[in-house]
């Protein structure tokens, strides 16, 4: 049988017209998807802009379906639903980034990050912690430990949120020697209501040692010692405060009173506040100079005499008057009228009284939360050291 060539002639040219052919179908339909790609996206980023977000999530899926590889998609969609706190849907699709073969190392990170996010937002805390975990060693490794600090804050573990504070330390993200100082005054504080009051001066002098500036350690060191009885190191403490920290002087006021009325020290005292008014005239240094019969014209330890101490503390706080006006010291001075002169009425007493009260408060300097106690940890806004050891009305 011959085989005849003429038929290769003839259908050489016919395979090039076809494949010609089924080329150029493939570039049109690759050029279609890729006119309907685009201008589904930006439809969606126009929505975004003009805040329609529900328009917005349609158009990315619409998008994602026309090329479902698209990552950028997928993280726009994601952080669209977190805005609008359906926080599951947009952890379904971080994961489904995550369990892509495809996605490369710094995609992968992007998507792990994200959905670290989903769970903070959700409140999550636990997934979060390990989420935020698996970002050590990666560019959000920053971002993530102080969101893993925050955790432990609101948990109360101030043991991890001491790790993680050093940890950010040894990577040069701040000094939080402070920070770190309130989390061993923390965990000393939670011995010391278990009567371990000896584990609790450890971690106390480890606090010491991490701020020796910082006021806390001090006052929460004389209040342990003076439950062990060491009279003489708690004052010393407290003198140490006043050196180191004089504004938070203040806070220590009732220790002091009672340490030095029990341990006779009420001339050390007197000379100690004395000096602290003259720096700073603080309304309660005052009232506690007044407390102690501090004499208003002596110097030092000087005092009044028991007979004289009533006259002598209504002098302290005329002086004061004098200088600046204030409820919470005339409140005091009328307490201090003698029982045989004239005495202002009752309802004049209840007004004053009630006028007083809340300018005893304490204020937050970061968010303005006002308590009746000093707070170190402002439980409003969450921020350390930002109640200045002052009353309201001296702000």
Excluded at 71 to 97: D, K, S, T
Excluded at 293 to 301: I, T
Aim: with cysteine; glycine share 6%; hydrophobic share 45%.
């Amino acid at each position: 049988m011959n085989f005849d060539l003429s038929w290769i002639l003839l259908g050489l040219p016919l395979a090039f017209v076809l494949g010609w052919l089924a080329s150029r179908m493939d570039v049109r339909q690759m050029r279609l998807e890729n006119r309907q790609a685009p201008k589904a996206y930006f439809k969606g980023l126009n929505f975004l802009l003009n805040e329609q977000q529900d328009q917005a999530i349609d158009a990315f899926i619409e998008a994602m379906q026309n090329d479902p590889d698209t990552a950028e998609l997928h993280f726009a969609l994601g952080n669209l639903f977190r805005r609008r706190g359906e926080y599951h849907r947009a952890v379904r699709v971080h994961e489904h980034l995550l369990q892509r073969a495809d996605l490369s190392q710094a995609d992968r990170e992007r998507a792990q990050h994200g959905l670290a996010q989903d769970f903070l937002k959700a409140g999550l805390l636990d997934r979060a912690e390990d989420a935020l975990r698996r970002l050590e060693g990666t560019p959000y490794a920053p971002d993530a430990r102080l969101a893993l600090l925050g955790i432990y804050e609101r948990a109360r573990d101030w043991v991890q949120a001491a790790a993680i504070v050093r940890s950010m330390q040894e990577h040069g993200q701040g000094d939080f020697s402070m920070r770190l100082s309130h989390y061993l005054c923390e965990q000393a504080q939670a011995l010391a209501q278990r009567e371990q009051l000896t584990e609790a001066r450890a971690l106390l002098e480890q606090a010491l040692a991490t701020a020796p500036d910082a006021p806390r350690p001090y006052l929460d060191m004389a209040r342990v010692l003076h439950r062990l009885q060491d009279t003489d190191a708690a004052w010393q403490q407290l003198e140490c405060l006043a050196q180191r920290a004089p504004q938070a002087l203040p806070l220590a006021l009732p220790l002091l009173l009672e340490l030095a009325q029990g341990s006779g020290r009420e001339g050390q005292a007197v000379a100690l506040l004395r000096q602290r008014y003259a720096q700073a005239p603080a309304l309660d240094v005052l009232l506690a100079l007044v407390q102690l019969g501090a004499d208003p014209d002596g110097q030092g330890a000087a005092r009044c005499t028991v007979a004289d101490a009533s006259a002598c503390g209504q002098q302290w706080l005329l002086r004061h008057l004098e200088r600046e006006p204030s409820l919470i010291v005339a409140r005091q001075w009328v307490a201090l009228q003698p029982a045989e002169g004239v005495q202002p009425p009752a309802p004049v007493v209840q007004a004053l009284e009630h006028a007083v009260r809340p300018l005893m408060r304490y204020r937050c300097a970061a968010c303005g939360f006002e308590a009746r106690q000093h707070f170190w940890h402002c439980p409003g806004c969450q921020s350390w050291d930002s109640y200045p050891a002052r009353r309201v009305e001296e702000l």
